[in-house]
């Protein structure tokens, strides 16, 4: 009984520590990229692309034109609504869609500890497979954390449904969670591992309701469709389903996009053959599966970003938690005493997270010449943004927030352009007639993060 005691307040004793460590880390990372919220230095170039459509999301023509011409839309159109309607309380579109971004992170890291606990991780596990979304997702994707995209404000509704479809103990609830997830579809289209998990794991377990809740989930979606349509005519679908490259050796070409997800599958999989917890099994397996295998679906067409793997990292997340206390009982003998697996492993997600050539949380801290620096390019974007207002007419910038601080509208995108062309939908000649009265400005590089 004696060593029973012992051996969990040692268990207890470095979960804190963990926590405590992963905690930290969460604060220097999250707290650099607070402070890079108010900075106009542009993130992405899909910053301005989101703002330039936030500005317009009461406007049907504009925020989804014909497919014809230099800009595109393929984004659904409520992560536009919500910036705008909330756009009044900051400064631009660009600095709310990187508060809500920044805080979506939160929500996420909050619904994989509500999950986890579903699952059956006790609060100290499940904190630890919370803190670690936060972590990886402000350390491993910085440029997509607390950036104006609408990807993380999408996930952070379909991670919430999720929790919902797991906590539910009545068929409403069920039918609840899967209108959040076509609601978070109409945030960001991609957004389909969360759902086919949810559904897989309904024809598992509760067969008879599979048909119903398909059914009603097709219907969800062909009303928002069919209202989006209504409101933003056909030219929503046809910029929806635009066309492009797609080339199935581009997944492979990206397989180190995987390095964050990837360090915590040996352990899952040896959790896989240890644990007696089926439901926590089959509910993993799926994310992990659903979730690689839309990855690499999405992955096949040109220009598709790492932003499709956020829902693997949600999934893996969870395994973070359900992991860690059979991992607990486990351990290897050194020549300095005992070492749990759970300690193994934790130590290796810290690892991951501390080995990262982005220096900008450290510098933050502790570089005041850094902190200087950024001020210091700050105003080469003001500088920039002035003398893009004096031209007139239509303008395109290489560092595109630059000509939307400057209030040009949105002219060119050059993602479409070479997809037209690329496609055949258009010729170099007809490109050249088209940007004929647009300038194309050079902006000065240190616009940009």
Known sequence: MECEVRRRSTHDVESLTFIIVFAALVAIFVLWLGWRISFPLEIDGNEAFNAWHADNAFSPNKLYPNPDVLILNNYPPLSFIVVRL?????????????????????LVGAATYRCARELGAAPKYAALGGLWFIATMARGFAGYAGMDDPNLL????????????????????????????????????????????????????????????????????????????????SNFVLQLLAARQVSLLAPLKSLDHLQWVVVVWPFWIV???????????????????????????WKVGAGVDENVQFELVFGTSICVAVVLPVLHDRGISTSRGWITLSAV????????????????????????????MIARQSLVVDREVSRIRTIPGAVSCSIQTVCYLAGKAFVFNDFAVQQQIAMGRASNSEIAAAVRNIRFETIDPRAHW
């Open 154 to 233: 999408g996930l952070s509704v379909a991670a919430w449904a999720f929790y919902v479809y797991l906590s539910a103990r009545s068929a409403s609830t069920i039918f609840a969670a899967f209108f959040l997830m076509a609601v978070a579809g109409f945030i960001k289209h991609n957004l389909i591992a969360i759902p086919i998990c949810a559904i897989a794991c309904v024809l598992i377990s509760q067969r008879r309701m599979a048909m119903p809740i398909m059914i009603f989930g097709l219907l969800t979606c062909a009303t928002f469709s069919a209202l989006t349509v209504s409101v933003y005519g």
């Open 86 to 106: 909330i756009s009044s309380i900051f400064a631009n579109e660009i600095v709310a869609g990187r508060i809500l971004s920044l805080l979506s992170i939160f």
């Open 345 to 372: 492993f934790c130590l290796v997600l810290i690892a991951r997270l501390l080995v990262s050539p982005e220096c900008g949380p450290y510098l933050l801290l502790g570089s005041p010449a850094y902190r200087l």
């Open 271 to 297: 959790w896989l053959r240890w644990s007696p917890d089926r439901r926590a099994k089959i509910v993993t397996t799926i994310l992990i599966v659903a979730g690689t295998a839309t990855w690499f679906l």
